[in-house]
């Protein structure tokens, strides 16, 4: 069994070809800018400041590599659909990320967060069909779960069945319900 809670932030690189030397198994998170990656990084792990939070989306711009229990790493790619101050970071998202997936066999597992109070974005679907299509093993992570009410939670059931994903890839969280959040450690355990 993994402990989540023994994890440390290894380093901060602009593309693959730069991560840290130890290869181990890789679990990659990503999401549109203010989606809750780093709260979700830091709930998992329980250490409240892993991942750097920001009231400024767009705030990642680099791969973040976390060792978790000298297991796995878990990385924090940079959120997409977000552009300030001639940044454009859907390029920067596609650049580096192209290069990221290219031949990656250390890659287990990408978690695509999306937030449960948004709709989903051209560039969520976009990112669900490059992992369908290259057949790279992917699970929803729909955050703030705990911020819908009961009828925003049934018409989002609704939309993600008519997008056919099957309930084993959906993981509801909440970082303040560990029960939530403990399902989905489950799962990446499964991955790897």
Do not use: W
Not at 76 to 101: H, N, Q, T, V, W
Not at 128 to 136: D, H, L, M, S
């Amino acid at each position: 069994m993994i402990n989540f809670l023994n994890a440390t932030f290894i380093k901060s690189c602009p593309n693959r070809n730069e991560k840290p030397q130890a290869q181990k198994p890789e679990v990659l998170i990503v999401g549109r800018s203010n989606v809750g990656k780093s709260s979700l990084i830091n709930a998992l792990t329980q250490k409240k400041k892993l991942a750097f939070t920001s009231s400024k989306p767009g705030h990642t711009r680099l791969l973040n590599y976390y060792d978790v229990d000298n297991q796995f790493y878990l990385v924090d790619a940079p959120g997409y659909g977000y552009a300030k101050g001639g940044i454009d970071l859907d390029r920067l998202f596609a650049e580096m990320m192209s290069s990221y997936f290219e031949n990656n066999s250390d890659l287990r597992l990408v978690l695509i967060l999306l937030d449960a109070r948004r709709e989903l974005s051209d560039d969520d679907l976009e990112i669900v069909e490059y992992v369908k299509e290259n057949k790279i093993p992917f699970a929803l992570v729909i955050t703030k779960y705990d911020k819908v009410n009961q009828k925003e939670k049934s018409a989002l059931n609704k939309y993600l069945k008519e997008m056919g994903l099957v309930n084993e890839q959906v993981f509801y969280t909440s970082i303040l319900k560990n029960d939530s959040l403990s399902l989905l450690k489950k799962g990446i355990e499964n991955s790897l």
